[in-house]
């Protein structure tokens, strides 16, 4: 998100320093790999709403882009009736085209997969790469002036100025994009990181076509989630994980998940060789739990909470967070929380 918002002060004309703690592309947060889910399938309008908003951005940004960064595939949710129902009630209050189709006429569409009772296909939605895509982003950013420093670890944020080390700089308006450390920074409560592992299998037949899915299984067991990818088919469950300590973090992935995850391959996706299970982590944090944390308090804005499905929305976001910084908008309400604390 601090790259999109970036891009967006600096394209507007404002004088942009861009403090990163790592190098740009590093894989210790959430917005790294090759590939993430864009869709409008959601149970609440507002979202549905929102994606529709961001979803043509992605094709602008594809634009400008000499190589792949966005691919329109459709979003398929399947499982139980009674699950999806809420899904394309929303879609249908907001004027967004969906489709139900049968098991055997989504198994026909999509080999590769094996579909539950009901199947709801909303064909907008596509993958994004999120590692072409913050490149493409950064570039724009130092393109239009932006100062980009990475491997500079924040200590604190102190009102307008912003402390290092032994740095420290002083800005008109402070903009905090940390992900899972933003809590440590500008004194929201604090964050709970929980790293989750999905991975990629090797598909056996090139020749199939994958949409982006969600199966929605119900009786409690977690949502399982996939996507193609460069690197093969995507597949993982929305939930679990283990918390993690940022500063001493090994990446290793739990046993027991990554069975639990190759027992769910054989039995739901077989396009895919199961043995070619190759694991990869990220982090989801406790605030996105919630609605997003896109709010203003004095000279400072702070974006925040949007693991787990809010990759989607980041050439959006950096708008948002651009209208709050030139104080041309108010924060919307439910993405407002820091009335609640210290700044």
């Avoid at 929102?50 to 459709?74: I, K, N, Y």
């Avoid at 973090?249 to 070619?276: C, H, I, K, N």
Wanted: aromatic share 8%.
């Amino acid at each position: 998100m601090g790259t999109s918002i970036a891009r967006e002060l600096a394209e507007r004309g404002h004088r942009v320093t861009v403090l990163e703690q790592f190098t740009a592309g590093h894989a210790n947060g959430s917005s790294h790999g090759s590939s993430r889910i864009v869709r409008l399938t959601y149970d609440d309008p507002f979202y549905v709403r929102l994606a529709r908003e961001a979803r043509p951005l992605w094709d602008e940004l594809q634009l400008l882009s000499d190589v792949p960064l966005f691919h329109q595939c459709g979003s398929v949710d399947h499982g139980p009736r009674a699950e999806l129902e809420p899904f394309a009630a929303a879609l249908a209050e907001v004027g967004v085209p969906y489709e139900w189709l049968t098991p055997a006429e989504a198994g026909a569409r999509w080999p590769g997969l094996r579909f539950d009772e009901s199947v709801l296909l909303q064909p907008d939605g596509g993958v994004a790469n999120p590692d072409v895509a913050l490149a493409l982003l950064r570039r724009l950013a130092i393109a239009a002036g932006a100062e980009w420093l990475d491997g500079v670890r924040v200590d604190s944020v102190q009102g307008t100025s912003v402390v290092a080390g032994d740095r420290t700089w002083h800005a008109d308006q402070v903009v905090v994009a940390a992900g899972v450390w933003t809590d440590a920074l500008v004194g929201l409560a604090p964050e709970v990181a929980t790293q989750v592992q999905p991975a990629h299998f090797t598909p056996v037949d090139d020749a199939h076509g994958w949409p982006t899915f969600l199966h929605r299984r119900g009786d409690g067991a977690p949502e399982a989630y996939g996507l193609p990818s460069p690197d093969g088919i995507k597949v993982g469950f929305h939930g679990g994980g283990k918390v993690v300590d940022l500063e001493k973090r090994d990446f290793s992935p739990v046993a027991d998940e990554l069975q639990q995850l190759r027992a769910y391959v054989t039995a739901w996706v077989p396009g895919v060789d199961v043995d070619s299970l190759d694991t990869t982590t990220c982090l989801y944090g406790a605030l996105a739990e919630d609605d997003f944390l896109i709010d203003r308090a004095g000279d400072m804005t702070i974006a925040a909470g949007f693991s787990g499905h809010g990759f989607k929305f980041v050439p959006l976001v950096g708008r948002l967070v651009a209208d709050l910084v030139a104080g041309t908008t108010t924060p919307e309400p439910r993405f407002t929380r820091l009335s609640h604390h210290s700044t």
